[in-house]
């Protein structure tokens, strides 16, 4: 068996052409231009190209953007009294504290400051709890792409056992939680786990977040199952860089029904789907109708 590639970067444009359209349509027929804040303190070289490309990214669907550059040595007053203003302003519809932040600074604290409402990453604790129990929330990005290929691959997941590998609580958790959501039955694996090959084996789909380089290899994987790739790692091999995801993408492609590449497959529906939360976003606090297919 050959695993059919699912292209996240295909999909992402797909996802950003949809957000597009559904703002043109806002503009046109309500008047409202949905406007994401982006803040980034510090001069972290990986954040810098990551809030660029969202800044470009957000323009292009015409939504407006907001960057909010403090340098590294901002106090913790000052970068609640931005939030807050940005809390205030009704022209932002999504705030984005860009992770990490210096050490000086309380990461809880700072995300719990923001509207969660407004909170277009769904790591305030509010949209946490939301959606550990079934209620409307904002929801993580990258997990929320995960599930948007999920469902346009299998259409339904009711029924299906899945296996995510990882708990963080930006994917590994919510994760599971969406995929309960689709009535799938989870199991949540991580390091700790007795057996892991068998359980990982028993899985219709795999998705693995735990940030090892492929530490999943193909014998893991049972026949036809999909692999949702999340781990993005640079290793060096052959004296070159290169990136590699948590599964051993030669191997496991032999195995599964269907399986994300490294680069080019999760990643790119991130900021994808971050256009997507804010767009909902905008439309809940107008009490509009939600973006259809852009939420969980």
Same mark, same amino acid.
């Given at each position: ?45 990986? *954040?810098?190209?990551? !809030? ?11 939504? /407006? ?21 940005? /809390?205030?302003? &009704? ?10 932040? &210096? ?22 604790? *509010? /949209? ?8 409307? %929330? ?17 259409? *339904?997941? %009711? ?23 689709? %009535? ?31 530490? !999943? &290899? ?32 030669? *191997? ?13 497959? !999760? ?18 606090? /107008?009490?509009?109708?939600? &973006? ?5």
């Amino acid at each position: 068996m050959v695993a059919q590639v699912i292209d996240g970067k295909a999909f992402a444009a797909k996802v950003r052409a949809q957000v597009a359209d559904q703002v043109a349509k806002l503009k046109e027929e309500n008047g409202i231009t949905p406007g994401l804040a982006v803040v980034l303190v510090g001069e972290d070289p990986a *954040s810098q190209v990551y !809030v660029r490309s969202k800044g470009k990214q957000t323009v292009e669907v015409g939504m /407006n953007s907001y960057e909010h550059k403090l340098d590294a040595d901002t106090s913790e007053e000052d970068l609640l009294a931005l939030i807050d203003k940005l /809390n205030n302003d &009704p022209a932002v519809h999504g705030i984005l504290v860009q992770l990490p932040l &210096p050490k000086h600074l309380n990461e809880d604290l700072v995300i719990n400051s923001i509207d969660p409402a407004k909170d277009v990453d769904g790591f305030h604790i *509010s /949209n946490v709890g939301l959606l550990g129990t079934g209620q409307k %929330s904002m929801v993580p990005c990258t997990p929320l792409g995960c599930l948007m290929m999920l469902r346009d691959y299998h259409g *339904s997941l %009711s029924g299906m056992d899945a296996v995510v590998i990882g708990r963080s609580n930006i994917v590994g958790k919510p994760m599971a939680q969406l995929l309960l959501g689709d %009535s799938c039955t989870v199991t949540i694996a991580h390091s700790r786990t007795k057996d892991l090959p068998d359980v990982v084996r028993r899985a219709d789909i795999v998705v693995a977040a735990v940030g090892r380089p492929e530490m !999943v &290899p193909g014998d893991w994987i049972k026949e036809g199952a999909t692999v949702i790739d999340v781990g993005i790692n640079r290793i060096e091999r052959d004296g070159k860089n290169k990136l590699v995801g948590d599964v051993d993408y030669a *191997s496991a492609a032999e195995r599964a029904g269907a399986i994300t590449p490294v680069p080019g497959g !999760v990643g790119p529906m991130t900021i994808a789907c971050l256009l997507a939360n804010t767009l909902t976003a905008c439309c809940r606090a /107008n009490g509009l109708p939600e &973006p259809e297919g852009l939420t969980a």
